[in-house]
């Protein structure tokens, strides 16, 4: 018999598995048993409902070319909290503009998701 989904997790979690991490990437239940995707902020661990003042930040020094560099979200809250923006860190709005351009989702590819993200929705 198969795995679920979260004995697949588990399994990749157990010691052994040291490349599974964390992330602020998550899919939330709304009230009506919708998934949505939704932010965690990395130092409260509460989820980011709004961008503003929300920022992405990642440590840059010693990286090398090929290397991985995980960035780390706050909320606008944690943010203020913390003095506000440090130097290197990006806007949460701006971020997102950044990664879909990097990862080459054009205009018009995301003109084309834009009619099936209903139904994905519905999943």
């Not at 052994?16 to 965690?40: C, E, T, Y």
């Not at 913390?82 to 054009?106: E, K, Q, R, T, W």
Request: with cysteine; hydrophobic share 40%; proline share 9%.
């Amino acid at each position: 018999m198969a795995n679920t989904a979260r004995e697949d997790l588990e399994l990749l979690a157990a010691p052994g598995h040291p490349n599974v991490i964390a992330m602020p990437l998550v899919f939330q239940v709304d009230s009506q048993g919708q998934p949505r995707p939704k932010l965690r902020c990395d130092a409260c661990g509460g989820m980011i409902e709004d961008y503003t003042g929300g920022i992405v930040l990642w440590d840059r020094q010693g990286e090398t070319p090929g290397g991985v560099l995980e960035p780390t979200f706050h909320c606008g809250g944690c943010a203020a909290k913390a003095g506000g923006a440090p130097p290197g860190s990006m806007p949460l709005d701006l971020f997102m503009l950044y990664l879909v351009n990097n990862i080459h989702l054009s205009p018009g590819v995301l003109e084309q998701a834009g009619g099936s993200v209903k139904t994905t929705a519905n999943l």
